[in-house]
């Protein structure tokens, strides 16, 4: 079992900047692609980005050239840094790990950090 915890969310104003973390942790071998993922009330849960071990990244339109997304290995750890924030980029954000194991991969997700735009 991989266990991801969240930190970072809040609430800012619009045009404002937030930075999330996420941190792996329990059977974490064989992780590999890493992401952020959000849902809003009423709306099914999206993509927001994802980064490979390798580091190659894939963003949501709504939110590329806006945000980035690292990753630290070692660490195991995960980061999203959303800036010009708008209202429409509230929700719960979920971090995610996909982990391949006996030939099939499992994706784990954290428990969620609400995350509001608002002034």
């Known amino acids: 079992q991989v266990q991801l915890v969240e930190s970072g969310g809040g609430l800012v104003q619009p045009g404002g900047s937030l930075r999330l973390s996420c941190a792996a942790s329990g059977s974490i071998f064989s992780i590999n692609t890493m992401g952020w993922y959000r849902q809003a009330p009423g709306k099914q849960r999206e993509l927001v980005a994802t980064i490979t071990t390798g580091g190659a990244t894939n963003y949501a339109d709504s939110v590329k050239g806006r945000s980035t997304i690292s990753r630290d290995n070692a660490k195991n750890t995960v980061n999203l840094q959303m800036n010009s924030l708008k209202p429409e980029d509230t929700a719960v954000y979920y971090c995610?790990?996909?982990?391949?194991?006996?030939?099939?991969?499992?994706?784990?997700w954290g428990q969620g950090t609400q995350v509001t735009v608002s002034s």
């Open positions: 995610s790990a996909d982990q391949a194991r006996n030939r099939n991969i499992y994706r784990y």
